[in-house]
């Protein structure tokens, strides 16, 4: 479904003469409060809140030459995450499907386009990218037919703070390294603390947690093991444990996102790795990915495809599922905030707690990082949805500004187009890629305006409590089935012995089990 729509969207947006790829510099541009839009590239009005627009680098600079083996297609972008330089150059490193680009994004209405390292595998819209130290690790999720040599490209991001490759700009890299434990993967997680990669989603254990040590030697890592307990795992965070669960301060968690469930991993012994707790939510359609909350008390999670096929009505609301994790063993789906807009949503950070711990490409926890009360929330059609979570102990959120990287077409969509992922950098400046159109540089102007644990009031929409959700881990599943049941005969028997003296009704009462929101 994904990969037709992707492709049907890339030629259309192509055809569009009103829809520019081109790339926009030196054309600052601040969000109209009142309007709530701006313009750029050539009168194109973008929808807006609170969040000001740089630049643009757009598709048709950033396509990667395709006359190679391994491409076919127009080019689109996906995932996106950062680098800070040994001077504070903040780059930008942008998934293609065919490849990578790096982008020095230090000032932000003039990128810098690098270069670019080709993909060494077939040509796919999956890619996504991590740093350790001054390492890039890049996975891409496609079959190339033999598997083997082809798992995760290794790049040294020193090599791109070079007066050569400033001068020459855009430049042609290859890759210094290839590991080689696995094939495809879809994704990978990295540890920044403990010097562990997880991969996940690979040809490889079931495409469980697939973990790499990349802390001995960076460019040469190595495989420690592999857990395929609970099958499949879509995407991940790992994290040294410092949250209110006192039996597992000091281990190393994962957070498992795993189409169907959010699964906790205690990933501390690497020859003992074990199941912790499980959580499941009636509306589930694809589990997809999510980020733990500064506090680590709440994790904010969003599913993929349950606005097309698991929700009730006419076009639902986007919405962010809220868990309650202070008792890891026993995770909880415990409220729901719905986004004022209408579309699918995909990826979500807090780049504030991200910097704060230096999970994000920085080598090391930045002293004065943006704000960590605000969830960066990629929706694709939607654009970029900024959530004020601070109010989340109080059940409260809000939207704190936006961006629409699509044209605004007047009807609620529901496609698979438009904001990808972000990647904020330590001074604020957030990059966001968009499928189809190229990467925003935006600077939200709630960055760096308050604090997680400040104010922890009221602050926006109360959010939604859901009905109880029987789960099969559950110890009275089958008291509760077994009650059921026996009503539903109770009530049989009775409507046989009614029917006996009555017309049958044309009215009839249906039992919903297991919805648990409206």
């Known amino acids: 479904m994904k990969m037709d729509q992707w492709d049907r969207t890339r030629k259309a947006s192509r055809a569009k003469s009103t829809q520019s790829l081109t790339s926009v510099r030196g054309n600052r541009q601040d969000c109209n409060d009142e309007t709530e839009t701006l313009s750029i590239s050539g009168g194109e009005e973008f929808g807006c809140s609170n969040i000001d627009f740089e630049s643009l680098v757009g598709i048709d600079e950033l396509e990667i030459d395709r006359s190679g083996s391994f491409t076919d297609g127009s080019p689109s972008l996906s995932d996106i995450w950062g680098w800070e330089g040994p001077n504070g150059e903040e780059i930008i490193i942008q998934c293609m499907n065919n490849g990578v680009r790096f982008l020095d994004i230090s000032d932000p209405t003039q990128p810098i386009n690098l270069g670019f390292l080709p993909s060494n595998r077939l040509e796919a819209p999956w890619c996504d990218v991590k740093v350790y130290q001054n390492v890039a690790y890049i996975v891409k999720d496609q079959f190339s037919g033999v ?42 997680a990295i540890n920044t603390e403990s010097g562990f990669l997880y991969s996940v989603g690979t040809n490889k254990c079931g495409g469980g947690l697939h973990i790499i040590d990349v802390k001995t030697d960076p460019l040469n890592p190595t495989n420690v093991a ?30 498992g996102f795993n189409e169907d469930s959010l699964t906790i991993y205690n990933v501390t012994d690497k020859n003992s790795i074990s199941l912790v ?45 809220i868990f309650d994790i202070q008792d890891l063993e026993q995770p909880k789906f415990s409220l729901f905030y719905d986004h004022p807009a209408k579309s699918i949503d995909h990826n979500l950070y807090i780049w504030g707690h991200i910097h704060a711990k230096g999970w994000g490409g920085t080598n090391q926890s930045v002293a004065n990082p943006p704000s960590d009360a605000y969830a960066y929330c990629s929706n694709y059609d939607s654009g970029v949805r900024v959530v004020n979570i601070k109010g989340i102990e109080n059940q409260s959120l809000s939207e704190a500004g936006y961006f629409d990287v699509v044209l605004d077409t007047g009807t609620p969509q529901y496609e698979f ?21 190229g990467m925003f540089i935006l600077t939200p102007r709630m960055a760096f305006n308050e604090s ?67």
């Open 147 to 188: 598997e083997d040599g082809k798992g995760i490209q290794i790049f040294d991001l020193m090599r791109l703070i070079d007066t050569n490759v400033y001068n020459n700009a855009p430049v042609s890299f290859t890759s210094d390294n290839v590991y080689t434990g696995h094939g495809n993967s879809h994704n990978v």
């Open 277 to 321: 707790g499980k959580a499941f939510y009636a509306t589930s359609s694809y589990t997809h990915q999510g980020w733990v909350t500064p506090d680590m008390k709440y994790l904010l999670l969003d599913d993929e495809l349950d606005e097309l096929f698991e929700r009730t009505g006419p076009n639902p609301n986007t919405r962010l599922y």
């Open 417 to 437: 187009t438009g904001a990808w992922s972000t990647y904020m950098t330590p001074s604020g400046t957030l990059a966001v890629s968009s499928i189809d159109r």
């Open 226 to 255: 592999c857990s395929g307990a609970d099958g499949y795992v879509h995407d991940a965070q790992c994290v040294n444990y410092d949250g209110p669960d006192t039996r597992f301060v000091g281990d190393e968690i994962c957070f």
């Open 452 to 518: 997680f644990y400040s104010n922890r009031g009221t602050v926006g929409v109360t959010l939604s409590d859901p009905k109880p959700i029987i789960e099969p881990s559950d110890p009275y599943v089958f008291i509760i089935a077994g009650t059921i049941l026996a009503g539903l005969a109770l009530l049989v028997a009775i409507s046989v012995l009614l029917n006996r003296f009555r017309k049958p009704s044309s009215e009839s009462i249906e039992t919903k089990l297991g919805q648990n929101i409206k």
